[in-house]
C-alpha cells in the first residue's frame, strides 16, 4: 500500500493544476504542460528529479518509467510517466497478438480521441470475435489507452476475442461528461469497423480499472440513455450499447463527499465534475453507476481488493446490491487483503475468462465467486 500511497502522491499534485491548464486558450505541449509539476517534485531544488526524492514505497513504480536507468526522472520520463504510469504500455506482447495503434474514431485531431485495436494472429474460433472494449484508469487525469496492453493480452491471446482500447479526454481537459461521450463513441466506430477488422458487433464487453472501472460501470448501467449518448464521430447510426461490463474497483457514486469517497478521489472527482458535487448534482448523479441501475444492465463482473485505501471496497458492495436488487446478473469478486490493483494475477485473469465465456460463448460455464487471498503484489 505505501506503493500506492506514493502514485497518488503525484495524481494529487497532477490535479492540483488541472484548474489552471484547463483554463488556457490554446493546449500547451505535454512537457509544457507538466513542467510545472515535474519540478515540484524536485524536493531539494538542485533542478533534478531523482528517485531518491520520491517516497520510499513507490520508488518501484516510478524507477519503471526511467527509462535510461540513470536514477532520476527527466521531464520526458515524467511525461511518460504521465500517460503511461508504471510502463505497462512496455508489456510486451504475447506471440499470437497483434496491435494497431492509435486510430481515431471521434473526427478529431486529438490523441486522446483514439483507439488502439489488439487482434489475434490466429483464431481459434471460426467468424467475428467479442470485442473487449477496454478503459483505462488514472483518477481521470492521467493514462492512456496503452495501459490496456497487460489487462487484454492474455484474452486476445487465446484466439477467441479481440480488444479495442478506447482513449478519452481527461479532466484538464474537458469536464463530465466529455469522458463518456468519448467511451461511447469509440464503442460506436467498433461497431462501423466491425467487418474490417473482425468484430462481432453484437458482443461487446467494457472493461476497465479505478477510473476506467467507473466509466466501465457508467456505460453498463447507460445503455439507450441517450441524455449521456454525445454526438462524436460519424457513426451515430451505430449503438454503443454493451453486452457485459468488467468493474475493477471503480468509484460508483459520485453524489457526495462523504459517501464512499477518500482524500484522493474527492480532489479527483472536483476536477472531473468542475466543481464539488454538491454544487452540481445533476451532473454528479447523471456520473455515478450506483444512481443509474436498471433491470435492462447486461451482467456484470465486479473486482474489488477489500484493502483499497483509494476507492473503499464498500463502493462495490454498494453497486453489487443494487444491481442484484434490480435482477441484473453479476459476480462480485472479492480479494481479501487486496488494496488498489495490486492484485492481478493469473487466477483473476482465469476468473475474467470464465465470465467473458459464459457470456458470449457457453451459458453453462461457471465463474467462481469465492474470495481470492491476497499474497502480495502480482500475486
Same mark, same amino acid.
Given at each position: 500500500?505505501?506503493?500506492?500511497?506514493?502514485?497518488?502522491?503525484?495524481?494529487?499534485?497532477?490535479?492540483?493544476?488541472?484548474?489552471?491548464?484547463?483554463?488556457?486558450?490554446?493546449?500547451?505541449?505535454?512537457?509544457?504542460?507538466?513542467?510545472?509539476?515535474?519540478?515540484?517534485?524536485?524536493?531539494?531544488?538542485?533542478?533534478?528529479?531523482?528517485?531518491?526524492?520520491?517516497?520510499?514505497?513507490?520508488?518501484?513504480?516510478?524507477?519503471?518509467?526511467?527509462?535510461?536507468?540513470?536514477?532520476?526522472?527527466?521531464?520526458?520520463?515524467?511525461?511518460? +510517466?504521465?500517460?503511461?504510469?508504471?510502463?505497462?504500455?512496455?508489456?510486451?506482447? *504475447?506471440?499470437?497478438?497483434?496491435?494497431?495503434?492509435?486510430?481515431?474514431?471521434?473526427?478529431?485531431?486529438?490523441?486522446?480521441?483514439?483507439?488502439?485495436?489488439?487482434?489475434?494472429?490466429?483464431?481459434?474460433?471460426?467468424?467475428?470475435?467479442?470485442?473487449?472494449?477496454?478503459?483505462?484508469?488514472?483518477?481521470?487525469?492521467?493514462?492512456?489507452?496503452?495501459?490496456?496492453?497487460?489487462?487484454?493480452?492474455?484474452?486476445?491471446?487465446?484466439?477467441?476475442?479481440?480488444?479495442?482500447?478506447?482513449?478519452?479526454?481527461?479532466?484538464?481537459?474537458?469536464?463530465?461528461?466529455?469522458?463518456?461521450?468519448?467511451?461511447?463513441?469509440?464503442?460506436?466506430?467498433?461497431?462501423?469497423?466491425?467487418?474490417?477488422?473482425? +468484430?462481432?458487433?453484437?458482443?461487446?464487453?467494457?472493461?476497465?480499472?479505478?477510473?476506467?472501472?467507473?466509466?466501465?460501470?457508467?456505460?453498463?448501467?447507460?445503455?439507450?440513455?441517450?441524455?449521456?449518448?454525445?454526438?462524436?464521430?460519424?457513426?451515430?447510426?451505430?449503438? /454503443?450499447?454493451?453486452?457485459?461490463?468488467?468493474?475493477?474497483?471503480?468509484?460508483?457514486?459520485?453524489?457526495? +463527499?462523504?459517501?464512499?469517497?477518500?482524500?484522493?478521489?474527492?480532489?479527483?472527482?472536483?476536477?472531473?465534475?468542475?466543481?464539488?458535487?454538491?454544487?452540481? *448534482?445533476?451532473?454528479?448523479?447523471?456520473?455515478?453507476?450506483?444512481?443509474?441501475?436498471?433491470?435492462?444492465?447486461?451482467?456484470?463482473?465486479?473486482?474489488?481488493?477489500?484493502?483499497?485505501?483509494?476507492?473503499?471496497?464498500?463502493? /462495490?458492495?454498494?453497486?453489487?446490491?443494487?444491481?442484484?436488487?434490480?435482477?441484473?446478473?453479476?459476480?462480485?469478486?472479492?480479494?481479501?487483503?487486496?488494496?488498489?490493483?495490486?492484485?492481478?494475477?493469473?487466477?483473476?485473469?482465469?476468473?475474467?475468462?470464465?465470465?467473458?465465456?459464459?457470456?458470449?460463448?457457453?451459458?453453462?460455464?461457471?465463474? *467462481?465467486?469465492?474470495?481470492?487471498?491476497?499474497?502480495?503484489?502480482?500475486?
Amino acid at each position: 500500500m505505501k506503493r500506492t500511497r506514493g502514485l497518488w502522491t503525484i495524481v494529487l499534485i497532477l490535479l492540483g493544476w488541472a484548474a489552471a491548464v484547463h483554463a488556457e486558450a490554446e493546449a500547451p505541449s505535454e512537457a509544457e504542460r507538466l513542467r510545472p509539476q515535474w519540478r515540484q517534485l524536485d524536493a531539494n531544488g538542485d533542478g533534478r528529479v531523482a528517485l531518491t526524492e520520491f517516497p520510499q514505497g513507490s520508488r518501484g513504480i516510478y524507477s519503471r518509467n526511467d527509462l535510461d536507468g540513470n536514477g532520476e526522472l527527466s521531464l520526458e520520463e515524467f511525461v511518460d +510517466f504521465n500517460n503511461d504510469p508504471g510502463g505497462a504500455g512496455r508489456t510486451p506482447l *504475447p506471440e499470437n497478438v497483434r496491435v494497431i495503434e492509435g486510430l481515431p474514431y471521434a473526427g478529431t485531431d486529438d490523441d486522446r480521441q483514439r483507439v488502439d485495436v489488439y487482434l489475434p494472429m490466429r483464431k481459434s474460433v471460426e467468424g467475428p470475435l467479442p470485442v473487449i472494449a477496454y478503459i483505462h484508469g488514472g483518477a481521470w487525469s492521467l493514462g492512456s489507452r496503452a495501459m490496456a496492453r497487460p489487462q487484454v493480452s492474455p484474452h486476445v491471446a487465446s484466439g477467441r476475442y479481440a480488444a479495442v482500447s478506447i482513449g478519452y479526454r481527461l479532466s484538464w481537459q474537458d469536464t463530465w461528461p466529455a469522458q463518456i461521450h468519448d467511451v461511447k463513441a469509440g464503442i460506436r466506430w467498433i461497431r462501423a469497423f466491425s467487418d474490417a477488422y473482425g +468484430f462481432d458487433a453484437s458482443r461487446i464487453c467494457a472493461m476497465g480499472s479505478s477510473a476506467g472501472g467507473h466509466l466501465t460501470a457508467a456505460v453498463g448501467t447507460t445503455n439507450g440513455v441517450r441524455a449521456v449518448e454525445g454526438a462524436l464521430g460519424s457513426h451515430l447510426d451505430q449503438s /454503443s450499447d454493451v453486452q457485459c461490463a468488467i468493474d475493477f474497483f471503480g468509484p460508483t457514486d459520485l453524489t457526495s +463527499f462523504e459517501h464512499r469517497q477518500t482524500p484522493v478521489t474527492s480532489r479527483a472527482l472536483v476536477a472531473l465534475l468542475g466543481g464539488r458535487p454538491e454544487d452540481r *448534482p445533476a451532473r454528479a448523479r447523471e456520473a455515478s453507476p450506483l444512481h443509474n441501475v436498471d433491470p435492462d444492465d447486461p451482467p456484470f463482473l465486479i473486482v474489488h481488493g477489500t484493502r483499497d485505501e483509494l476507492v473503499p471496497y464498500a463502493a /462495490s458492495v454498494d453497486l453489487d446490491a443494487a444491481l442484484r436488487r434490480a435482477g441484473v446478473p453479476v459476480v462480485f469478486q472479492t480479494v481479501e487483503g487486496g488494496g488498489h490493483g495490486d492484485f492481478f494475477s493469473p487466477e483473476i485473469v482465469r476468473r475474467v475468462r470464465a465470465f467473458l465465456e459464459r457470456t458470449f460463448y457457453d451459458a453453462t460455464v461457471e465463474v *467462481p465467486d469465492t474470495p481470492i487471498a491476497f499474497a502480495g503484489a502480482g500475486s
